[in-house]
C-alpha cells in the first residue's frame, strides 16, 4: 500500500520561514511528478508547486520566487521551502504525486495535509 505522510508544518511569524517535507512509502515501482497543493479556509485546494520526475518546477503566481520545491528521488520525498511567508499562505497543505505501485495501475496519491499558519 502506497503512503504519502507530510512533515514540517507550524506556527511562524510573517516574513519567516518553513521547510515541509512528503515522503513516499509502501510498495512503489516508480514515481512521476510530485507537488503540492493548499487549501485556506473557505476556499478551494489550488496549486503551490509542482516538480516533474526529471526536475522541471512549475509555482503558482503567489509564491514564485518565496517558494522552492524539490525532490530526492533517492529518497521518495519532495520538499517546499517556504521562505518571506505571509498571512495569506496560512493553509493545509497537501503532498500528492503520481505514482506506480508494485501490483497495479498508475494512480494519483494524497497526503494526509500539514497545517501551516503565519500569524504573528
Known amino acids: 500500500q502506497v503512503q504519502l505522510v507530510e512533515s514540517g508544518g507550524g506556527l511562524v511569524q510573517p516574513g519567516g520561514s518553513l521547510r515541509l517535507s512528503c515522503a513516499a512509502s509502501?510498495?512503489?515501482?516508480?514515481?512521476?511528478?510530485m507537488g503540492w497543493y493548499r487549501q485556506a479556509p473557505g476556499k478551494q485546494r489550488e496549486l503551490v508547486a509542482n516538480?516533474?520526475?526529471?526536475?522541471?518546477?512549475n509555482y503558482s503566481d503567489s509564491v514564485k520566487g518565496r517558494f522552492t520545491i524539490s525532490r530526492d528521488n533517492a529518497k521518495n520525498t519532495v520538499y517546499l521551502q517556504m521562505n518571506s511567508l505571509k498571512p495569506e499562505d496560512t493553509a493545509v497543505y497537501y503532498c500528492?504525486?503520481?505514482?506506480?505501485?508494485?501490483?497495479?495501475?498508475?494512480?494519483?496519491?494524497w497526503g494526509q495535509g500539514t497545517q501551516v499558519t503565519v500569524s504573528s
Open positions: 500528492n504525486s503520481d505514482i506506480v505501485p508494485m501490483r497495479g495501475p498508475l494512480d494519483h496519491y
Open positions: 509502501g510498495s512503489i515501482f516508480g514515481i512521476y511528478g
Open positions: 516538480i516533474s520526475s526529471g526536475g522541471s518546477t
